[in-house]
């Protein structure tokens, strides 16, 4: 059974640090792609990053480039999203989802077939 289980989510002030983790498994990791998501109240869910299966390729939104950065451990299973310079327009819920076979890195939601649960993230000013 595939899941993708994400945690480390929590309340942090404006300009500090979190890091998400995404813990997966039931699937060949070294396969598939991972993306991170985020949904924030009457908001549709947003592409935040996406990482290659090979680690080698990583992909970031706009609005999150230069103070967000992704990882992959593969010994692990793990994929990581460390978050920097928060601000209150980070808050949202944030997802780690796989990529469907035989799709790559995006941020198109159908090219993804399975989902976390989330987990809250909330920046305060």
Known sequence: EVQLVESGGGLVQAGGSLRLSCAASGFTFDDYNIGWFRQAPGKEREGVSCISNSGGITYYGDSVKG????????????????????????????????????????????????WGQGTQVTVSS
Do not use: W
């Open 67 to 114: 103070r967000f950065t992704i990882s992959s451990d593969k010994a692990k299973n793990m994929v990581y999203l460390q978050m920097n310079s928060l601000k209150p327009e980070d808050t949202a819920v944030y997802y780690c989802a796989k990529t469907a076979k035989y799709y790559g890195c995006s941020f198109y939601r159908s090219r993804y077939d399975y």
